[in-house]
Structure formats: structure tokens, C-alpha cells
């Protein structure tokens, strides 16, 4: 079997898509398929994709282009010339959510992370509720599969695009090796609770703001995360460190150190950051939506994302339950795998060309 996987979203700073795509290619790897990594992508952007990629077996395919957005959105458009004139013959051509390029043959194949840009526009920029929704419209009408992250997921492809059940499967997300338990800690001079998120409404991280400031204690928060849009929060408050965008291996370090992960999210797709603090031995506050339900499992503290009083008490629980949530969550993870991520997608392409 042979994969020409769509790596766009890896050209800019990776968030939960890009992480996705990384735990994706890593275990398809691991199983044993062809894959060819592919995207027109700028040169700032071949750095980023080479950067995710490294360590990954997989054949690579860039096209360097100046406005390679623009290049992905008008080959979506255009309908040619068919991807195999680029990549060769394959099984599988699997596209993101930044374009859907021309196919001969094979399966077609996408991702859906989240219904977010039809669910809440008001908490999704512009320029994504566009993009996004004309991937929507295409792929109801030509993709054999669609690859969810969630069941949550699924069942709002199936009651919001009207997908037909036997078009939907789910691919679980996993952390990636990086995060375990055991390794260097941060030091950010005080006990600290640690959120990760890309700074954006749905994130929540102004009502996470005023449950911190709750909290009593020398307890500081250390938000990582690169500025995203809409308004921003604000950061500079005293026990507020702000760090920004960091690498996996910092985060990792960020993690092991936390006295706690705090994730307010309003509304995530699956919530792979979850995985990763649970992966690195930290006790997890999450929101109750129900979005979140399968990464937290059993083995997260959970609270209403609109109460700052009810996130404040979580965060003290799940300090008090650190020797209990711990090895809990770490039972949790260990069923989130790069391996049944790869076997899991591998069986829906099997499932999808069977019906061809």
C-alpha cells in the first residue's frame, strides 16, 4: 500500500494538527506502509516541514513555491492536474484541511479534526471558517473516507456534513515519544500550573486567568503557546509566565516540572495536549465539554470551562489527588499508541478500497 499523505498544515508552527499528522505518518510507519509525504509549500515552510519530520521514514515531495497557499488553493480549485502527475502512482491519496488536490484513482481520504468552523464560527478567524468550509463541501460529495481524531468527532460528521456512517472511521491521536515521565524537569523558580494552547477564544484562557488568580498559594501559571487571534489575554499579571512557543523537548520539560496541566478549553476536536501531560506524569485538570471525554478518560479532574470558581477548585482537587491521578493517567495514555493510530488508519483504507 502505498500513502500520498497531504503535510500542509506542517509548514507552519505545529499545534494539534500538525501533531496529529506527525503521530499519524509515525505510526503508519511503524506498520509497515509506503508513505510520500507531500505539500507546495515557501521555503520558511520546507524548514518546518523537514523539522516535523525528522526521524520519520517517509519519502518527501515538497514543492517550493513563493505563495504556496495560494498554489494549494487554486490546484484545489482548478481540479488539475491529478495529483499522480506529481507523485506517481498511489493507494491512498489522504488530503488536510488547507486542500483538496485532483486524483485519477485510488482512495480518497481526509481528516476532520473538528467541526469547530460550522459549530462556532464567532470562535474560529475568517480566513479558517473559509478555508475550511469549502474543504466540507468538496470532500461530502468525493471522499471514500473520512478519518475522525474522536467518536465525538464522528458523530458530528455524520449530523452535520451528513456523512454516511460507512464512509466514517476513527484514528485516535497518540502523545509523541518525547513525553514521558521519567527526564529533566523545569525549574521556573516556583510551583507552577502549566496550560498549553494556542491563544484564541476557544481556548479559554481568560476564565483560566481569574480561576488561577483563586487559587491561593504561591502556585504561579505558565501559559505556552504561540499569539493566535481575536483578542488577546492578558498576561501580564503578577504569577503569570508568559513563555510563548516552545519546542517538544522543552514542553516535555515544562510538563515533568508542572505541579499540575490545567486545559479550559471550550471545545476541542480530541485534546491531545491531555495525552502529553498525562503521558508526563502530571496531574490534568480538563474542561467537562464532552469534546474532551476521551482523552481525559477517568483520569483527569474535571470543570465547567465558564466557572473560574469551579476551574479554581479542580486545580486544588487535583493537587491534593497528585498520587492518585498519576499513575491513572499514565494507564489512561499508554492506549493512546503512534502504532494503533497507524493500524487504525491502514484498516480504513483497506475498508474504503474494498467499497471502490
Not at 481526509?110 to 474543504?135: I, Y
Amino acid at each position: 500500500m502505498r500513502i500520498a499523505f497531504d503535510v500542509s498544515p506542517l509548514s507552519h508552527q505545529r499545534s494539534g494538527v500538525g501533531n496529529y499528522i506527525v503521530g499519524a505518518l509515525r505510526g503508519l510507519v511503524e506498520v509497515g506502509v509506503d508513505v510520500v509525504a507531500f505539500a507546495p509549500v515557501s521555503p520558511g515552510g520546507r524548514r518546518n516541514v523537514d523539522e516535523a519530520l525528522d526521524g520519520i521514514d517517509v519519502e518527501r515531495r515538497l514543492q517550493v513555491l513563493p505563495l504556496a497557499h495560494a498554489w494549494r488553493t487554486a490546484w484545489s480549485k482548478a481540479r488539475r492536474p491529478a495529483a499522480e502527475r506529481w507523485l506517481g502512482s498511489f493507494d491512498v491519496l489522504h488530503f488536510s484541511d488547507w486542500m483538496y488536490p485532483p486524483q485519477h484513482g485510488g482512495v480518497r481520504a481526509t481528516t476532520v479534526h473538528d467541526l469547530v468552523p460550522l459549530r462556532f464560527p464567532e470562535w474560529t478567524h475568517g480566513r479558517t471558517v473559509r478555508m475550511h468550509g469549502a474543504k466540507y463541501r468538496h470532500a461530502a460529495g468525493t471522499a471514500h473516507l473520512f478519518v475522525c481524531n474522536s467518536e465525538f468527532t464522528a458523530r458530528d460528521v455524520r449530523e452535520l456534513l451528513h456523512v454516511e456512517p460507512e464512509r466514517i472511521r476513527v484514528a485516535h491521536p497518540a502523545a509523541a515519544p518525547v513525553f514521558v515521565a521519567d527526564g529533566e524537569r523545569a525549574n521556573l523558580g516556583r510551583p507552577y500550573a502549566l496550560t498549553v494552547a494556542t491563544l484564541e477564544p476557544r481556548k479559554n484562557l481568560d476564565t483560566l486567568l481569574a480561576a488561577h488568580a483563586l487559587v491561593a498559594g504561591d502556585l504561579a501559571l505558565a501559559v505556552v503557546g504561540a499569539e493566535g487571534w481575536g483578542r488577546q489575554p492578558r498576561l501580564d499579571r503578577p504569577g503569570v509566565i508568559r513563555l510563548g512557543y516552545v519546542d517538544d523537548d522543552e514542553l516535555a520539560r515544562l510538563y515533568r516540572g508542572a505541579a499540575v496541566f490545567v486545559f479550559p478549553s471550550r471545545f476541542e476536536g480530541f485534546g491531545i495536549p491531555v495525552l502529553e501531560a498525562m503521558a508526563s506524569g502530571v496531574p490534568v485538570v480538563a474542561s467537562a465539554h464532552a469534546s474532551l471525554d476521551e482523552a481525559c478518560g477517568n483520569a483527569a479532574v474535571r470543570a465547567d470551562p465558564e466557572s473560574a470558581e469551579a476551574i479554581a477548585a479542580a486545580i486544588r482537587e487535583a493537587l491534593a489527588r497528585r498520587d492518585e491521578l498519576v499513575p491513572r493517567g499514565l494507564a489512561h495514555v499508554s492506549r493512546f499508541t503512534s502504532r494503533a493510530t497507524g493500524e487504525a488508519l491502514v484498516a480504513a483504507y483497506e475498508q474504503a478500497a474494498a467499497r471502490l
